[in-house]
Structures are given as structure tokens and as C-alpha cells.
């Protein structure tokens, strides 16, 4: 039996120990924000923030979250992940909006360990966050507008 949290709520997953956390998150869980990419962690689509980290859940067996915290898009608080949410509300960042909640999860992590990016601290925190419709100017400046916003 694996016991973990996930968005605040104790969870426990009693099936194959290498299920990937995502289909946990999915087919088990019921939470449809995070999504399926490209099932080898190249995307990003699937981020999670797994002990204040982000993770691919798509290749993270559940066995390794016995005993942590998981967050995912549907759970993400705090005043990093408020100011996200705005900055790419204000610019409209999404087209499809597919990779989104894998970028702002990447976006809030950074704006957590960095709360003044540069463009190569962006560009580094989000590598391996793919958006097909190639929103990532809008991506860059949503993330310095909710920096400036949580500078005050």
C-alpha cells in the first residue's frame, strides 16, 4: 500500500507499484489537469510538484511517492501560482492550451526559488515544457509580469 498526499488530501494507491504517478493522478484520482504528453518525460504536459519539486509524473512510478506531498494543477496555491494564473490570463498566453498546466507549473516553481527571473533563468526552468503552438514569448512575459506583480 503506498500512502501519499495529493493536494492536500491523503492518499492511498493499493495497485502495481510501477504505475506511473500520472495514471494514478488520472484514471484513479479523477483529476484531468495534468496530461498525458509523450510518456517519457520530454514534454513537460504531465509536471507535478512533488515535494516542492516539479516531476514528470508520466515516468515516476508511484512507489517512488510513498510518503510525499504531490501538487498538481487542480491543487496549486500561494501567491506565486495566483500571479501566474493572472499574468497568462492578462496575455493570453494559451492557444490550444494542452501543455498549459505543465508550463504554469513550471512557471510557479521557478517564481518560488526565483522571484526575479532573468530570460536564462526562464528559459532554464522551462526547458522541457514543449508548446506546440509556440506560445513561449507569451510564456516568458507572463512569467516576468507575475514576477513584477509579487514584487509589488
Known amino acids: 500500500m503506498i500512502t501519499f498526499t495529493l493536494n492536500g488530501q491523503e492518499k492511498t494507491f493499493d495497485g502495481d507499484p510501477e504505475t506511473p504517478l500520472l495514471w494514478v493522478i488520472r484514471d484513479f484520482e479523477k483529476l484531468m489537469g495534468t496530461k498525458y504528453g509523450c ?11 512533488l515535494d516542492g519539486m516539479t516531476r514528470r509524473s508520466c515516468i515516476t512510478p508511484i512507489s517512488t511517492v510513498d510518503g510525499s506531498d504531490v501538487v498538481t494543477i487542480e491543487g496549486v496555491e500561494g501567491t506565486e501560482a495566483e500571479a501566474v494564473r493572472a499574468a497568462w490570463v492578462a496575455i493570453d498566453v494559451p492557444q490550444c492550451g494542452y501543455c498549459q498546466s505543465g508550463q504554469i507549473m513550471s512557471a510557479v516553481s521557478l517564481l518560488q526559488n526565483t522571484p526575479k527571473p532573468t530570460d536564462a533563468d526562464i528559459d532554464g526552468a522551462m526547458a522541457g515544457n514543449i508548446c506546440r503552438c509556440a506560445t513561449y514569448q507569451r510564456i516568458r512575459q507572463a512569467i516576468h509580469n507575475a ?5 509589488g
Open 39 to 49: 510518456g517519457v518525460a520530454q514534454c513537460g504536459a504531465c509536471t507535478v510538484h
Open 147 to 151: 514576477a513584477d506583480t509579487l514584487e
